[in-house]
């Protein structure tokens, strides 16, 4: 007979090398979207995913192309500062990582949606929060808890 085990012990095995990188990466992305494009195109321009290519030989380092959804008439003023804009997302993971941007064509009336406005926490929650990811050492990680907290515990 064999014994059960909790699925909660085996899925951090098996998804770790397939999801740390690729979200987290398009994570920082979306992070940072204001930064990496600048105000004006951030609002028109959309990150949707990034795609990996293994390399062929093992010398060969991995290829990740950022997907990027635009109208047409904003793609065309993009391409132009495909460089500037790979070398600011390479910044921000500190390594040449994304290799290429390409730009999904979308239907120019489609608006994309702006961040909501942050909720205000009462002093109580706050105070609850900030006691729960006392124990978090990683800053990155804390902060994205504490804003996924703020919006939990506002709701």
Known sequence: ?????????????VTDKTFKRKYIALG????HW???MGEKMAQVAQPLKIRYRKPKRKSDKAEATLEVAVSSAQASLLIMQKGILLEKINHIFGEQW???IKFIHNPANIEFKAPKAEKI???DKKTVLKHMLDVVEDAEIKERLARMGKSVLSE
């Not at 007979?1 to 095995?13: E, F, H, Q, R, T």
């Not at 920082?28 to 992070?31: A, G, S, W």
């Open 28 to 31: 920082r992305v979306v992070t």
């Open 121 to 123: 926490l009462p002093e």
């Open 98 to 100: 994304i290799t290429d």
């Open 34 to 36: 204001e930064d990496i």
């Open 1 to 13: 007979m064999c014994a059960l085990k909790l699925i909660s012990n085996a899925v951090p095995k």
